[in-house]
């Protein structure tokens, strides 16, 4: 069966670059062909030679070599494999491959590919959290490129955390998955996701809202439909460019929301991202509320918003198998967000310390604690982005139980 299938096989610069070693004997034993594209970083740590002998492949390096290019066109040789696979994937390389940069055979060849790419990504802890590797990954996942890892451990540089590349036996799961039907794992999966405030009119003119971004509550819509699940994402007014690939129902008011996201279920997954204003006025003034000089300010009368969380995590009718809501607390963190879970009738609270000490309010991290039925698992300071990715995961091995 697999004899037909044809991986080009890109080797980036990192003392992981020795796994692919590994990676190209796991696939020959399985009969797939590999093709070997050494970038010159990659040269560093492993051989054309032992790149050449495993896969029993000519191994492409250079981008003007005359030779080559009359033999075969790098648009060809780009073409003529099932997959690309760039493993291991240096923060160089991805960055890249976000810029669309051509200036080596390696990154042409990803700009020129009209086939699916799978990155494995490995690198020091740090470059793997910088925000510039973390927006480029999410641009490249938006855009359909494919992540396996990195995992996390003891890395080359005495540091620990993510960054060390996948196993290959992993790795190898991953191609065959994407090879076979590229069904995704969360392919006929329906997700509705909230982001971003809600506007609450005060008058024509003006509004009560809460400060959000939209910034968590899109990745994690992207990160859903990059897993292959058909995704509403139901945002309050926000500047985030829209994700591709996902349905925006654009709302203003929390009642809005509530509206619409009732009319996007049924849904599997329910998460709810967006910071929601509690209140609204009891009665919206329908003309602008004059200033007058000498006047007493206006008193404004409010009135309780529908906590739409809460009324998704205990609707009697269609209720999503998994819903999931947000606790952002400056105190008691652990026991709000638990009490919240239970309060509101979801199933997992995502709970951050926003007290001031920690940074988290308005940067671009987070740290997470994924309060569940079972207990609570404590995540490393990660970016937003990195966050949405890993919220999708678990969501993954929820839905595989
Ligand atoms: O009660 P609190 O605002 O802390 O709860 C936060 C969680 O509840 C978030 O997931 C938020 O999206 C959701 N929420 C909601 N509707 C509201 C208030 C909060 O869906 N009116």
Redesign the pocket.
């Known amino acids: 069966m697999t004899e037909s299938k044809k991986i080009l096989l890109i080797v980036s610069g990192g003392i992981a670059a020795f796994k692919a070693l590994e990676l190209i004997r796991l696939l020959r034993a399985k009969d797939y062909g590999v093709t070997c594209v050494l970038t010159r970083a990659g040269a560093q740590f492993v051989t054309p030679l032992s790149l050449q002998a495993l896969s029993e492949q000519k191994v492409y390096s250079e981008l003007f070599s005359l030779t080559d290019e009359s033999e075969m066109g790098h648009i060809q040789l780009s073409r003529s494999a099932d997959l690309l696979v760039v493993a291991p994937a240096s923060a160089d390389i991805l960055a890249k491959m976000a810029a669309g940069l051509a200036d080596d055979l390696a990154s042409t060849l990803l700009l020129a590919t009209d086939k699916p790419v799978l990155v494995a990504p490995a690198m020091n802890v740090r470059m793997w959290q910088h925000p510039a590797t973390q927006a480029n990954l999410a641009t490249l996942t938006v855009r359909g490129v494919h992540v396996v890892g990195p995992d996390e451990g003891a890395m080359a540089c005495h540091e620990f955390g993510p960054g060390r590349l996948s196993e290959p036996q992993a790795i190898l799961a991953a191609i065959e998955a994407l090879l076979t039907g590229g069904k995704k794992p969360l392919t006929g999966r329906h997700a509705i996701v909230?982001s971003g405030p809600t506007h609450e009119p005060i008058d024509p003119v003006r509004y009560i809202a809460n400060r959000s971004s939209g910034k968590q509550g899109h990745a994690i819509a992207a990160a859903l439909a990059a897993l292959g699940a058909r995704v509403t994402l139901v945002s309050g007014p926000v500047s985030q460019p829209e994700p591709p690939g996902v349905a925006i129902r654009r709302v203003e008011t929390?009642r809005e929301?509530?509206q619409a996201c009732e009319a996007a279920l049924p849904a599997d997954v329910f998460v709810?991202?967006?910071?929601?204003?509690?209140w609204r006025m009891a009665a919206e003034a329908t003309e602008k509320i004059k200033k007058k000089p000498g006047a007493a300010p206006p008193a404004l009368t409010l009135t309780l918003?529908?906590?739409?969380?809460?009324?998704?995590g205990q609707i009697k009718k269609n209720r999503p198998r998994l819903v999931?809501?947000?606790?952002?607390?400056t105190d008691n963190l652990l026991a709000n967000a638990a009490a919240?879970r239970t309060s509101?009738g979801c199933d997992w609270?995502v709970a951050n310390d926003v007290s001031p000490a920690t940074g988290i309010m308005g940067g671009d991290e987070n740290a997470i604690h994924l309060v569940t039925a079972t207990g609570t698992e404590d995540w490393p300071r990660l970016h937003k982005e990195e966050v949405a990715r890993r919220l999708a995961a678990r969501i993954v091995e929820e839905f595989q139980k």
């Open positions: 909230t929390a929301m509530l709810g991202a967006a910071a929601v204003a509690d918003n529908p906590d739409i969380l809460a009324t998704i999931i809501g947000f606790a952002a607390e919240k509101k609270i």
